[in-house]
C-alpha cells in the first residue's frame, strides 16, 4: 500500500486501521468482468476472498477526498483488509453540535409541524431553506459510522457529547435545558438511530457465506469431478457429509445470533420522558434519544437506553451486564463547579471513565432513584447506538479479532505442502496417461482426482470433533464456552493472572478490629465498635455514615465492604420514603441512629413533657451529601449532621496512605507507618478514617455544590478499620498445582500493595524464602525525570540457603541466589514504568508477581505487555472490574455466576480458582487430539494417495465401494471416536507443542509415511512375484490353489471391468491400507500426559476392534457378497497369510518407530525446555517463575538452539546481568531524552 495518501482512522485504539482511497476504473472492471466469464465464474470468488486484490484489480488509487472506495487494513498483527464504500447525505449542517441559526430555530420550533417526516434530511433542508445543503461523505464499518472532517482531511467517528470536549460545569449550564424536536432530528442524521441492532441474518444469506468458504467450493468441485468419473455413491457420501456440516454451523451461528439478539433486544427499545428546551415534557420512544437531550429516570426505575450523565438527583443501579457484579452502586448528580464556593479546584472535562460515579450506563438497571420535591432526576445522554458501553461490548462480540494460534496458522502450511503433494500426483498421473495413451477425459479426471484424495474432504468436521467434546465436558463441570476455538489455545497458557478480593480470597470481608487514634497516638486496638462507650465517638459515627448503602425492599444493599462495617457498629439505616420526600422543599436525607439499647438513659424529670423528653433523648445523623468511592482517588466521604446540630460534619473513609495525606500532620500517630505495615504484613485489609467539622457558614444548599476536594481536606485522622479477608480453601492447592506444572501465577489486584504481597506470601504464590523487591515509579517533576526506588518489601521469613540447599546439585550458587526475588508494583508506578521506562517494562514482568492498585485499563495492559514477551496469558477474576483483561487475554475466565458477563470466552459456576486447572487439562487434552486427529488425516491422505499412485501405474484404482468402505466405516467412524479420550486426571510440567511444525510431529508424521509406503510398494510388487500371479480376467481362478474356492463362481459372472478395478494389486493394496489406516490411528492416538489413556476411550475400542475383526475376517474367510460389493478378487489362503505377516510388520515397525523413537529420544528432547531444570530440584523449593525461566537456562542453551520465545531471550540475559536485579536502596533514573519512545534508563544509589 502507497505512502502518499495513506491516513490513520481510529488512532492509538484496539481497532486502529489504515485506511487509503480508491476510484472506479471502467476498463479494468470490463477486464475482471471478461476474466469472470472466461474462469466459469471462478475469478469472482477469488475475489470474494481476497478484498484487496478486488480493489486493487478494478479501481485506481485516488485522495481519501475523492475516494468511492475504501480499503482499510488493520494496524494489528492479523493486518486484516477490509472494504467499505462511501456514501454521501445531505445536511443543512456539517457539524451535528451546530445550533442551525437561533431564529429559524425558534420559529421552526413554535410552528410544530404535524405531519411525519418522509426524508429527514430533505425535511430539516426544507425548514432551513436559506441554508445551502452540504453534501457530508461517510462510510459505515462494523456498525461504527465514519464521517468525512475537512479539518484534519480524514475520517473520524462521531461518539456523542464527549467529542466537544466539554467540562463539567457547561454540561450543566450549556446543556441542561434540552433539546428543540429539530436539533434532535439534525443530530439523528449524524448519530442515527439510538438502537444496538444486531440484525439475525436470513439462513439464506448465512448459507451463501457459509457455502462460499474455500474448503467447500473445494468439496463442490470434488463431488462434480467424481461424479463425472460415476463415482456417485462417495459424491454422494460426501454431499451428504457436507449438507450436515453445513445445516449444524449454520444451525450454531443462527442461534448465537438470536441468542445476542435477544439479549440485546431484551428492554432496548422503551418509552422516555424527554425534557424540551421550552421546559416542555414530551413522551417519546429510546429510538429517538441523541446526545444532549435531557432524559428524565422514572422513580420506579428503568433499564438506561443510552450512556447518560446524572445532572440532578441520585439513582441506584444494578451494572451487572457490563460488570457482571449484581452489587447495587449510588451514582450521584455530576458536581457543578461552576457554583463551587471559593477556594474549590478549577473545572474538569468530563470523561466517562473519570466521571463514572456519575454516569448512568446503557444496559443497567435504575433500580431506585432518590429525587428533590418539585425537581426531577435528570440525566443529560452522552452516547448512543454502538457508541455506548454496552454497543461497544456488543461490538466486540460480533466482530471479534480472529483467534492467532500457531496450530491454525501450521494447518494451513501443513495443507499446502499436500497440495504439492498432489501436485506431483497430478503431474505424475498425467505423463503415465500420456504415455500409456489413455483417453483425454480419463486423464484430465484421473489427474484431478488424486488432488481431491490428497486433500481431505472430512477435515474440518475432523478437526472440531475434540473441540465439541472438551466443550461438553467444560459444560458438565460447570465451566461455560462462547469461543470454543479458545479451548485448544488454554492448552498452552503458561501464565495465569488472578485477581485478589473474590478470586483467591472469599468475597466478603470481616471485621478483625479497630484501632482508634485520638491526640496523634494510637490506643490500643479494640475488637469491635459495638459497645456503649464509642456510641457517640466520632469513629463509629464515621462507620456508620461513610458508605453508599442503601435499601431495596427493605434489605440493606450495596458494597460488601460497607455492609459489613456498617453491621458492626449495630446502627439502624433508615430512608426517606416518597411522600415523605414530596412534604419537604428538598431531598430528604438518610438517616443512622445507633440502637436505644447502646444510648445513655437520660435522666426524666417529673415535670417533663414526654415529647421533649424523646426528642432530648434521640442521637441520630442525617446523610447530607455523598462523595462516592473512586478508586482514582481510593476514597469516600459523606458530609453529614448530627440533629439538632447546626454545623456539619465531614466523614473520609479510604486508603490508609491516602486518607493520612489529606489529615492534619499533628492527628496522624508518628507509628503510623509501622502499625500499617505490620497489619497489611499480615494480610489484613486496612482502611482509615478522618473527620473535620464544617464552617458553620456551609449550609445545606452549598454543600450540595461545594467541591470535593474543599470537603476532604484538613481532616482529623480517627484510626484504622482492620478487616480480615480469608483465603479460599481451594486456592493454595489450585496454584501448587500450576506451579507444579510450570504455569506461573501472577496477582493483579486493587487492593493494598503490603496487603497483596501478604496474601501471594500466604497462598504459596510467593515462597517463603523469596525477596520481593517493590518498584516505586515516580513520574517526572519540577524538572527532574522519571525514577524508580527499589526497595525490600520485608525480610524472607527463611534464610535463603535452607530454601536452595537441593538446587545447588547443577546450578552455580550466583544465579541460584538471583533466582530468589519477585517484583511487586502498584498501578501508578505501573503507569510510570510503561511511560518511561519501556525497555525495562519487559525486564520486570519477567519476574513480577504483584500487581497491586491497578486500575480496570492497567489491568489490561498488563496482559497486553506479558503477551508482547510470549506468554501464553489466561486471566481469572470475578468480573467486577476484570472485564477488559478477561477479554484481552488469550483465555479469561470469569467466575461470576451471573451470565450477563459476555465479556469473558469461559464463565465458571464454580466460584473459586478449581476451574482454571480443569480447564488448562481440558485445553491440553483438546489440543493434543487436533494434533492426533490432524496427523491421521494427513496419514490417512497419504496412504490413500500412495494406494492410488501404485495403482495408476498399471492404469487401475480403488473402486467406487472400497473408497466408500474406508472414508465412512473406517476414516469417519475412527476420527470421532479417537476424540473422546477425556483429559489426564492431572496437570504436568510440560505444555503440548503449540504447532504443527515441530520435530517431534513432523518426524512423527514423515516416519509414518515412510513406514506405509515401503509395506505398500513391498506388498505391490511381491504380489507380482507370485507363481500364481497373471493379469486378471473375470475367468482368472487363482483361489484353486487353495482349498476355500468359494468366490470362484461368483468372479465368473462378473461383467467387463471397465475402470481395471479387479486385480490382484488393488485386492491386496486394498487390505494392506485399510489395516495401515487403524494401525495409525492406534499409534497417533496418545493418551498420557495429557489424555486419558485410548484403551480407557470404549468407543474407539470398539471401533477399532469391530474394523480390525472384520477385516481379518473378509482377508482370512472371503464371503462372496462382500467381495463383490468391494469389488476384491479371490486371492490364494498363502497370500492372505502373507498379507497378514506383513500387516503384523507394518504395525510393529510403526509402534516402534512412534513409542521407542519418538516418545523416547526426540519428544523428551523437545520437552525439556519445559522440565524445571535439574532432576533433583525439589518441587517445594521452586519459586513460581524457575520453572519457566529455567527453559532459557544456560545448560538448555549449550546444546539446543536459542529459544524463540521472547521471555526466554530475556532469561537468558538477564541470567549473566551483573546489574540486575537492581539493588536495594537504589534509583533508577530515565534519561531525559526528547521523544515519546523515551525508554533508556540508568540506575545509581539512592540519595
Known amino acids: 500500500m502507497e505512502k502518499d495518501d495513506l491516513k490513520i482512522v481510529n488512532k492509538g485504539q484496539e481497532d486502529e486501521m489504515e485506511v487509503s482511497g480508491y476510484r472506479l476504473c471502467r476498463w479494468k472492471l470490463a477486464l475482471v468482468g471478461l476474466g469472470v466469464l472466461g474462469s466459469g465464474g471462478f475469478l469472482l470468488l477469488l475475489l ?13 488509487r485516488s485522495t481519501l477526498r475523492e475516494a468511492q472506495i475504501l480499503l482499510l487494513r488493520s494496524t494489528d498483527e492479523f493486518k486484516r483488509w477490509f472494504l467499505a464504500k462511501v456514501r454521501v447525505m445531505l445536511a443543512p449542517g456539517r457539524n451535528p453540535f451546530d445550533s442551525l441559526g437561533s431564529q429559524t430555530t425558534s420559529t421552526v420550533a413554535n410552528g410544530h409541524t404535524p405531519h411525519p417526516f418522509d426524508s429527514p434530511a430533505d425535511d430539516l433542508i426544507r425548514k432551513y431553506s436559506e441554508y445551502q445543503p452540504v453534501q457530508i461523505r461517510y462510510f459505515t464499518l462494523h456498525s461504527t459510522k465514519y464521517f468525512w472532517n475537512d479539518m484534519i482531511q480524514n475520517f473520524e467517528v462521531l461518539t456523542g457529547l464527549e467529542d466537544l470536549e466539554v467540562t463539567c460545569s457547561s454540561l450543566h449550564s450549556e446543556h441542561s435545558a434540552g433539546l428543540t424536536r429539530n436539533l434532535q432530528d439534525y443530530r439523528r ?179 431506585q432513584t432518590r429525587f428533590y420535591s418539585g425537581e426531577l432526576v435528570k440525566a443529560l445522554v452522552v452516547r448512543t447506538g454502538f457508541s455506548t458501553a454496552k454497543g461497544q461490548l456488543v461490538r466486540s462480540i460480533l466482530y471479534p479479532k480472529p483467534t492467532d494460534f500457531k496450530l491454525y496458522r501450521d494447518a494451513y502450511l501443513f495443507l499446502l505442502c499436500l497440495v504439492a503433494v498432489a501436485g506431483i500426483g497430478f503431474v505424475y498421473s498425467i505423463v503415465l496417461s500420456i504415455m500409456n495413451s489413455v483417453p483425454a477425459k480419463t486423464i484430465i479426471i484421473e489427474s484431478l482426482d488424486i488432488i481431491t484424495i490428497t486433500v481431505p474432504p472430512a477435515l474440518p468436521a475432523a478437526m472440531t470433533a475434540g473441540i465439541v467434546y472438551a466443550q461438553r465436558r467444560l459444560k458438565l463441570i460447570g465451566i461455560f464456552c462462547i469461543s470454543p476455538q479458545r479451548i485448544n489455545i488454554c492448552g498452552q497458557l503458561n501464565l495465569v493472572c488472578f485477581d485478589k478480593t473474590g478470586t483467591l480470597t472469599e468475597d466478603g470481608l470481616d471485621l478483625w478490629g479497630i484501632q482508634r487514634a485520638e491526640g496523634g497516638r494510637f490506643h490500643l486496638s479494640e475488637e469491635k465498635a459495638y459497645q456503649q462507650a464509642l456510641v457517640k465517638s466520632h469513629f463509629v459515627a464515621c462507620m456508620a455514615t461513610c458508605h453508599s448503602l442503601t435499601k431495596i425492599e427493605g434489605q440493606l444493599s450495596g458494597d460488601p465492604l460497607d455492609l459489613k462495617m456498617f453491621e458492626a457498629t449495630g446502627w439502624v439505616l433508615e430512608e426517606a420514603t416518597e411522600e415523605e420526600t414530596a412534604l419537604h422543599n428538598r431531598i430528604m436525607p438518610t438517616v443512622v441512629r445507633p440502637p436505644n439499647q447502646l444510648l445513655p438513659e437520660p435522666a426524666a424529670t417529673p415535670e417533663q413533657d414526654m415529647e421533649l423528653y424523646e426528642l432530648s433523648a434521640a442521637y441520630e445523623m442525617g446523610i447530607v451529601r455523598q462523595f462516592p468511592f473512586s478508586s482514582a482517588l481510593q476514597r469516600m466521604s459523606v458530609v453529614a449532621r448530627l440533629l439538632g446540630e447546626r454545623r456539619m460534619d465531614a466523614y473520609l473513609k479510604g ?56 470537603i476532604e481536606a484538613n481532616m482529623e485522622f480517627l484510626g484504622l478499620i482492620i478487616m480480615q479477608n480469608k483465603l479460599k480453601a481451594e486456592t493454595p492447592g489450585v496454584l501448587q498445582d500450576l506451579q507444579r506444572a510450570n504455569i506461573r501465577p501472577v496477582m493483579v489486584t486493587g487492593d493494598n500493595m503490603l496487603t497483596a504481597i501478604s496474601v501471594a506470601r500466604d497462598c504459596g504464590m510467593i515462597p517463603p524464602q523469596d525477596r520481593v523487591i517493590i518498584a516505586d515509579a515516580l513520574p517526572p517533576k519540577d524538572g527532574q525525570a522519571a525514577k524508580i526506588n527499589w526497595r525490600y518489601a520485608d525480610n524472607p521469613i527463611k534464610p535463603a540457603n535452607e530454601g536452595t540447599h537441593s538446587q545447588e546439585v547443577e546450578v552455580s550458587v ?77 483465555s479469561g475466565i470469569s467466575l461470576s455466576e451471573l451470565e450477563a458477563s459476555v465479556a469473558s470466552p469461559f464463565t465458571s459456576r464454580t466460584p473459586n480458582i478449581s476451574c482454571v486447572p480443569s480447564l488448562i487439562r481440558e485445553g491440553r487434552a483438546a489440543l493434543m487430539t487436533s494434533f492426533c486427529v490432524f496427523k491421521f488425516m494427513a496419514l490417512y491422505s497419504i496412504i490413500q494417495y500412495i ?301
Not at 462382500?1122 to 489362503?1133: G, K, N, Q, R, S
Not at 509402534?1151 to 517445594?1180: C, H, N, Q, Y
Open 814 to 890: 550466583e544465579p541460584q541466589l538471583q533466582q530468589q526475588y519477585h517484583f511487586a508494583m502498584s498501578g501508578r508506578s505501573f503507569s510510570v514504568i510503561m511511560e518511561h521506562f519501556q525497555d525495562l517494562l519487559q525486564k520486570l514482568v519477567l519476574r513480577g508477581t504483584v500487581f497491586a492498585r491497578m486500575a480496570p485499563d492497567q489491568k489490561t495492559q498488563l496482559v497486553e505487555v506479558l503477551q508482547s514477551v510470549d506468554y501464553f496469558v489466561g486471566m481469572c477474576g470475578d468480573g467486577a472490574n476484570d472485564c477488559g483483561a478477561l477479554k484481552r487475554a488469550h
Open 655 to 710: 486508603a490508609p496512605e491516602v486518607v493520612a495525606s489529606l489529615c492534619k500532620t499533628e492527628t496522624v500517630p508518628e507509628s503510623f507507618s509501622e502499625v500499617l505495615e505490620d497489619y497489611t504484613k499480615q494480610g489484613f485489609r486496612v482502611i482509615a478514617l478522618a473527620h473535620r467539622r464544617l464552617e458553620s457558614k456551609l449550609n445545606w444548599h452549598k454543600v450540595q455544590n461545594v467541591n470535593r476536594e474543599h
Open 189 to 367: 442524521l449524524f448519530f442515527g438511530v439510538n438502537e444496538i441492532a444486531v440484525k439475525v441474518p436470513s439462513v439464506f444469506k448465512l448459507l451463501i457465506k457459509e457455502v462460499l468458504n474455500p474448503f467447500y467450493i473445494f468439496q463442490l468441485f470434488s463431488v462434480v469431478l467424481w461424479s463425472a468419473d460415476e463415482y456417485y455413491y462417495y459424491a454422494m457420501a460426501i454431499v451428504f457429509m457436507s449438507v450436515i456440516s453445513v445445516a449444524t454451523s449454520l444451525y450454531t451461528i443462527k442461534k448465537q445470533y438470536v441468542m445476542l439478539h435477544d439479549m440485546v433486544a431484551a428492554h432496548s427499545i422503551v418509552r422516555v420522558s424527554v425534557c424540551r428546551a421550552n421546559n416542555e415534557m414530551e413522551e417519546a420512544m429510546s429510538t429517538d434519544l441523541v446526545p444532549g437531550d435531557i432524559l428524565i429516570i422514572p422513580t420506579n426505575g428503568t433499564i438506561m437506553p443510552c450512556d447518560a450523565v446524572l445532572i440532578s438527583g441520585t439513582c441506584i443501579v444494578n451494572e451487572s451486564m457490563l460488570t457482571g457484579e449484581s452489587v447495587p452502586v449510588t451514582k450521584t448528580n455530576l458536581p457543578n463547579l461552576g457554583l463551587d464556593v471559593k477556594g474549590g479546584e478549577g473545572d474538569t472535562r468530563y470523561s466517562m471513565e473519570e466521571h463514572k460515579r456519575h454516569t448512568l450506563f446503557c444496559g443497567t438497571n435504575v433500580i
Open 947 to 1247: 494406494s492410488v499412485t501404485l495403482l495408476y501405474s498399471i492404469l487401475s484404482n480403488l473402486g467406487d465401494f472400497q473408497f466408500l468402505f474406508i472414508d465412512i466405516a473406517i476414516i469417519l467412524l475412527i476420527v470421532f471416536t479417537m476424540s473422546l479420550n477425556p483429559a489426564w486426571k492431572d496437570l504436568v510440567a510440560r505444555r503440548p507443542p503449540s504447532g504443527l511444525i515441530s520435530g517431534p510431529l513432523l518426524f512423527s508424521v514423515l516416519t509414518q509415511i515412510l513406514v506405509s509406503l515401503s509395506f505398500q510398494t513391498l506388498s505391490f510388487l511381491w504380489v507380482r512375484q507370485q507363481s500364481w500371479y497373471e493379469r486378471w480376467t473375470p475367468e482368472s481362478d487363482a483361489c484353486n490353489m487353495s482349498s476355500n474356492t468359494s468366490s470362484s463362481p461368483h468372479s465368473n459372472t462378473t461383467q467387463h471391468d471397465d475402470h481395471n478395478i479387479k486385480n490382484y494389486e488393488n485386492t491386496t493394496l486394498f487390505y494392506i491400507s485399510s489395516f495401515q489406516y487403524l494401525i495409525v490411528a492406534i499409534v497417533f492416538s496418545k493418551g498420557k500426559p495429557f489424555r486419558q489413556p485410548s484403551h480407557k476411550n470404549w468407543p474407539f475400542v470398539l471401533s477399532a476392534i469391530s474394523l480390525y475383526v472384520f477385516l481379518l475376517f473378509i482377508m482370512l474367510h472371503p464371503v462372496a457378497a462382500i467381495d463383490d460389493f468391494l469389488e476384491i478378487v479371490c486371492v490364494p489362503f498363502e497370500w492372505r497369510l502373507r498379507l497378514l505377516l506383513i500387516i503384523v510388520g507394518n504395525a510393529a515397525v510403526s509402534v516402534l518407530m512412534e513409542t521407542l523413537l519418538l516418545d523416547i529420544v526426540l519428544w523428551k528432547l523437545v520437552f525439556s525446555r519445559d522440565k524445571p531444570g535439574a532432576s533433583g530440584a525439589g518441587r517445594a523449593t521452586q519459586t513460581p517463575q524457575m520453572g519457566i525461566d529455567q527453559w532459557g537456562a544456560p545448560q538448555c542453551c549449550r546444546r539446543r538452539k536459542v529459544p524463540k520465545a521472547r521471555y526466554m531471550h530475556l532469561a537468558q540475559e538477564l541470567r549473566v546481568d551483573p546489574d540486575w536485579p537492581p539493588k536495594p536502596r537504589t534509583t533508577t533514573e530515565a534519561k531525559a531524552l526528547p521523544g515519546p519512545d523515551n525508554g533508556s534508563y540508568q540506575t545509581r544509589p539512592a540519595s
Open 48 to 60: 470474494y476472498w481476497m478484498p484487496e486484490w478486488c480493489v486493487k484489480s478494478t479501481c485506481n
